[in-house]
């Protein structure tokens, strides 16, 4: 049996899951004496603040700042992300362990492969994947790689030198992009190169000391020029032609990247493939969309789930009816919120066969998916500056 049907077949609750999620950080941390943070996003999931970002830079700050360790491991799955962000949470971390590594077994894209390179090693399971680094840039309305918008230029101006003019459509395009929107696109790729190129001389290559054939002392030239090699291939999309490519372990080493292959370790790794299968049954199972935690503390944000509340009357508002849509079946459900201490109001919907507002503000769909009403309980508070009655 597989691991996720192991755990399907359990029929666990949210709940029961975010434990056996912090009880396998406990085990992994006795592995490798080490501490462990998990960050992953629900990849996949169609929410604005999914991305790594600043506020995730205060949260994992802190979560870690009063932890009195010399090592840090650090699970990471992400879209992506803001690149600024990516460098907060690196010279952090960096700033508070001596030792750091990153655990990659789903998907860490982008701005997640820049925070992954400040590592002293990166362990993959065979399902990880780092991607191509690529900064996202506004142009006008919207948004796209910075890459990608300078290729289209150079490809431009080339066509115009040969041709001695361009075509309508294209100068129209060009007239559109100013200089400064220009700078401000080569400026966000030479970040991207700059503090990969710094992190991977710096830390992933601390222990370099020899070379592997000629058994040469390493100086720190050699490493600039080999990190240097490194950031120009994870910036080069010409060779990877996607975004969102995934670079597996073979991808990696054959740029220059040493990776630890976690498969080798097979307790280790089944404990990383257990992380990894339970953060995916909590995203898919209810509205949580990003999840912090070590074996201390947590942090789970959740998406604020549909919800229509409707006043009962245009007077002074004593319950309010709420319709909920399960995100993940769509079957529809009508609960009610009362607003003062009225046992009548309860007698009244009983008969309806409405239920009330959940005690714990968890809504169990009978598909099973859990719906969170954490938001729309702050939402109806705020609006009508009463307390809901559980």
């Given at each position: 049996m597989g691991?996720?049907?192991?755990?399907?077949?359990?029929?666990?609750?949210?709940?029961?899951?975010?434990?056996?999620?912090?009880?396998?950080?406990?085990?992994?941390?006795?592995?490798?004496k080490t501490y462990l943070v998990v960050y992953a996003g629900a990849i996949g999931k169609q929410v604005p603040d999914l991305a790594l970002s600043m506020d995730d830079y205060y949260i994992l700050y802190d979560m870690l700042n009063g932890i009195d360790f010399k090592n840090l491991d650090f699970y990471i799955e992400t879209p992506g992300g803001s690149g600024e962000a990516a460098e907060e949470i690196g010279r952090?971390?960096?700033?508070?362990?001596?030792?750091?590594v990153f655990v990659i077994s789903g998907e860490s894209k982008s701005a997640g492969t820049i925070l992954a390179l400040s590592g002293n090693e990166i362990f993959m399971t065979k399902t990880g994947s780092l991607g191509p680094i690529d900064a996202q840039v506004k142009i006008g309305r919207t948004v796209g790689s910075a890459y990608d918008y300078m290729e289209w230029?150079?490809?431009?101006?080339?066509?115009?030198?040969?041709?001695?003019?361009?075509?309508?459509?294209?100068?129209?395009?060009?007239?559109?992009?100013?200089?400064?929107?220009?700078?401000?696109?080569?400026?966000?790729?030479e970040f991207a190169k700059d503090i990969v190129k710094e992190w991977i001389a710096r830390y992933k290559f601390k222990d370099w000391c020899t070379t592997e054939t000629r058994k040469i002392s390493v100086t720190d030239e050699m490493k600039k020029e080999r990190a240097t090699e490194?950031?120009?291939?994870?910036?080069?999309?010409?060779?990877?032609?996607?975004?969102?490519?995934?670079?597996?372990i073979d991808d990696l080493e054959s740029i220059g990247l040493k990776i630890k292959r976690l498969d080798d370790d097979r307790e280790l790794s089944e404990i990383i493939y257990r992380i990894q299968t339970v953060l995916r049954l909590i995203f898919s199972c209810s509205t949580n969309y990003k999840i912090v935690a070590t074996e201390k503390d947590k942090l789970f944000k959740q998406a604020v789930s549909a919800g229509v509340p409707r006043p009962i009357?245009?007077?002074?508002?004593?319950?309010?009816?709420?319709?909920?849509?399960?995100?993940?079946?769509?079957?529809?459900?009508?609960?009610?919120?009362k607003l003062i201490n009225e046992p009548k109001i309860d007698d009244d919907y009983k008969i309806k066969g409405i239920k009330p507002f959940p005690k714990d503000n968890k809504l169990i769909?009978?598909?099973?998916?859990?719906?969170?009403?954490?938001?729309?309980?702050?939402?109806?508070?705020?609006?009508?500056?009463?307390?809901?009655?559980?």
């Open positions: 691991i996720m049907n192991e755990y399907i077949s359990k029929n666990m609750t949210i709940k029961e899951l975010e434990d056996e999620l912090i009880n396998l950080i406990k085990i992994y941390n006795n592995i490798r952090f971390i960096r700033d508070k362990f001596e030792n750091i230029v150079h490809e431009k101006r080339n066509e115009a030198q040969i041709n001695g003019v361009l075509n309508p459509f294209d100068a129209t395009m060009v007239a559109q992009i100013s200089p400064s929107e220009l700078k401000g696109v080569y400026n966000s790729l490194i950031a120009k291939e994870l910036t080069n999309h010409k060779r990877w032609r996607s975004h969102g490519r995934s670079l597996k009357s245009n007077k002074d508002v004593n319950v309010i009816e709420i319709d909920i849509q399960c995100q993940k079946c769509k079957k529809t459900y009508k609960i009610y919120a769909c009978d598909c099973g998916f859990e719906i969170d009403l954490s938001g729309i309980e702050k939402d109806i508070e705020s609006k009508v500056s009463k307390k809901i009655i559980k």
